[in-house]
């Protein structure tokens, strides 16, 4: 920010709105290096920023945190109190302090005659935020919101707003807080306290234990440990062996469940009760529905778990879950290393592979060799291709299987007992595929970076970043898979350009197009995106009758809000009916749980694969969601894949990599970016 200021200010601060000082270039200056906004990653820790500010937050637990924060110039200042919804977890005193500390900053912006603005847009419930967050570990969270000034920008009143004055807002609220603290010190001391004990020995939590199977992948309990670790929630084993009734988050029903000694289990009757509860609680509550944020993120769907909540108390011990070491078992010099496709560690395995130049191949269908079966998507590494590396071929391979913690098996022959022999066409080989990712102009910097991360940071597997506007220059047989993250790609394709794109696709080009990015493909000539199969669908499902259009139009203005209320969207769960038997799908069960904060539907593709779909208005899992938009998403492709010539497009119309925690959905886009048009 700071070398951009200083090429486009003059000496003297302009504050016209459309100076180039008041409009920074793509993409912005709010961002960490990968473009996250770290005011989303409180509770995740994606970000090694996030992560080490929480490790330090733990060691001092403040009573109060104020997250200082700047928005749109026409703003006036905002401060606490917060809008609803606010967490039903939220105590009384954490609401009365907040309104207590408003009301002492109102007195000294009414003494200068500053505006501000409270109780409006940023609410208390997503966890991950920096006021959420604290008030869910039993501080006071606050955010103070200041109006952007630059330097010097005139707001559409035609005041002048500087940055003098920005600094003389954020200097007020910060010493009128502490001011409060200093006032309330021992009350607000006490009842810090008395959080933690009633969280120890009385949560108010509907479910008071959470009990994730064993049965679980050993690779997705390690990422959910370490993820407790890091927000110092306690775990361990139950000695209950009686069955009990709780509630299974794949099914959505509540049946009767054994804990065994394998299961991971947590208690709300701990420190962190709130957090858990936040964390894990099937349906979130939201008071009222215009939120600011998402409203369902609960561990067992973003992870993928087998999981149950019961609203008995359980007695946990100290325990950790013990993992099987990584089976190897290979021969001296096999005629082929096979590797099983489940989860992101398989991935970053195969990434590691592809990287030291090994070829291999991959299963389409399930074979069974020495006894032994293996699923689609199993990676088939022969000697056969990797000769001429001699020795080193099975180095890299061990030691690739070691780093990542892989089970490796190996067999004498390439004839199978069952399925397609490894030299058949069926067995496809696999060639490293060689990326490039679009950035730049029309592109969401959030959803490239959240790509950018998983490839550098996750995935480990190089990527060539080319920006919108020099798209027009690349030779794109250099090539495999393009990337569109979301975003308007309208500027960069005009008509000669998406011919030319188009014939690269037929050609046997890749192109994987999330959220947004989808519509460069929408009713486009050669391509079968469409929003319905028909007109005549669009218009059934669109129609309204005499009475309701009159409800509509007499919609009182002050009750304007509520026109909208019935197609929110703002981030809810849906339940996707899976085709695994596609390389799209490889790894995953029949049914996948996606974060839906986007209303825009696709009709199943015609001729194309529709992988992970929305079968009905009862895929709806919980978060909040209008009425008419799960009415109007049911029948819906999420995911899919259009073969175009010898090419292929691969259509997300949700984003697997979203804030980069929702983990269930990474191996997706392993799944695009290595399988799908091999």
Do not use: C
């Not at 899976?578 to 986007?598: A, Q, R, V, W």
């Not at 009862?618 to 998403?633: F, H, I, P, Q």
Request: glycine share 8%; hydrophobic share 35%.
């Amino acid at each position: 920010y700071s070398n951009w200021i200083n090429q486009v200010a003059g000496t003297t601060p302009n504050p016209h709105p459309e100076a180039a000082e008041h409009n920074e270039p793509w993409p912005g200056g709010r961002a960490n290096h990968y473009l996250f906004d770290l005011n989303r990653d409180w509770a995740w820790q994606k970000q090694k920023e996030s992560e080490a500010r929480l490790k330090y937050y733990h060691t001092i637990m403040p009573h109060i945190h104020v997250d200082f924060h700047e928005q749109g110039s026409n703003s006036p200042y905002y401060f606490a109190p917060a809008a609803e919804p606010i967490h039903e977890q939220v105590t009384q005193w954490q609401r009365d302090f907040q309104e207590m500390i408003g009301r002492n900053h109102a007195k000294y912006f009414d003494e200068n005659g500053w505006l501000f603005f409270t109780k409006e847009s940023f609410d208390i419930l997503y966890p991950s935020y920096g006021d959420s967050y604290p008030m869910y570990n039993g501080a006071i969270g606050m955010t103070y919101e200041q109006g952007s000034s630059d330097l010097e920008i005139l707001t559409d009143e035609g005041d002048t707003l500087k940055l003098t004055d920005a600094i003389a807002h954020h200097y007020t609220t910060g010493m009128s807080t502490v001011e409060m603290a200093s006032q309330h010190n021992a009350k607000m001391v006490d009842e810090f306290a008395a959080y933690f004990d009633k969280a120890v020995t009385n949560p108010k939590a509907k479910y008071k234990t959470f009990v994730v199977k064993g049965s679980n992948h050993p690779d997705k309990l390690k990422k959910l440990e370490a993820f407790l670790q890091k927000n110092l929630i306690q775990y361990g084993k139950s000695s209950t062996k009686k069955p009990i009734s709780a509630f299974n988050y794949q099914s959505g029903q509540t049946q009767n469940v054994s804990v065994e000694d394998a299961d991971l289990v947590v208690s709300t009757f701990q420190p962190k009760a709130v957090m858990v509860q936040a964390l894990f609680e099937p349906d979130t509550y939201a008071s009222i529905n215009d939120t600011y944020d998402i409203t369902a993120w609960a561990l067992p769907y973003m992870m993928g778990l087998d999981a149950y909540a019961t609203t008995e108390r359980l007695a946990v011990s100290e325990g950790t879950p013990t993992y099987a070491a990584p089976e190897v078992k290979v021969g001296a010099t096999p005629a082929a290393y096979l590797a099983n496709w489940e989860t992101m560690e398989d991935a970053k395995f195969l990434a590691e592979i592809l990287k030291a130049g090994i070829k291999l191949r991959y299963a389409n269908e399930a074979f069974t060799v020495n006894g032994k079966t293996y699923d689609r998507g199993s990676l088939i590494i022969t000697r056969k291709g990797n000769m001429h590396m001699g020795s080193r071929f099975d180095n890299i391979v061990k030691e690739a299987a070691a780093k990542y913690g892989r089970s490796l098996y190996s067999t004498p022959t390439t004839f199978v007992d069952s399925g397609k022999d490894f030299g058949s066409n069926g067995v496809p080989f696999l060639k490293a595929p060689r990326i490039l990712a679009l950035r730049g102009d029309g592109v969401s910097s959030l959803g490239f970076g959240e790509f950018w991360y998983f490839m550098e940071q996750e995935l480990h597997y190089p990527i060539t970043m080319v920006n919108t506007d020099d798209f027009g220059r690349v030779n794109l047989d250099d090539y495999d898979v393009v990337v569109m993250p979301s975003g308007s790609y309208g500027s960069m394709l005009n008509e000669s350009r998406m011919e030319a794109f188009s014939s690269w696709i037929r050609g046997g080009g890749t192109v994987v197009a999330i959220e947004r990015a989808m519509s460069t493909f929408q009713g486009k000539g050669g391509f079968n995106l469409k929003r319905y199969a028909t007109d005549s669908e669009q218009k059934e499902a669109t129609k309204q009758t005499d009475e309701e259009k009159e409800a509509i139009a007499l919609t009182p203005y002050a009750d304007r809000g509520s026109r909208f209320e019935s197609s929110r969207l703002p981030g809810a769960i849906f339940k996707l009916k899976i085709d695994n038997t596609h390389p799209l799908g490889f790894g995953y069960s029949g049914e996948y749980f996606t974060i839906k904060n986007n209303g825009s539907r696709y009709a199943y593709l015609p001729n194309g694969w529709n992988v992970g779909i929305i079968e009905s208005e009862g895929s709806y899992v919980t978060g909040v969601a209008g009425e008419d938009a799960k009415k109007a998403l049911a029948k819906s492709m999420v995911f899919g894949v259009e073969n175009v010539g010898r090419g292929a497009v691969v259509y997300m119309a949700d984003n697997p990599l979203f804030r980069a925690f929702w983990e269930n959905g990474k191996l997706f886009v392993a799944n695009a970016l290595f399988f799908v048009g091999q």
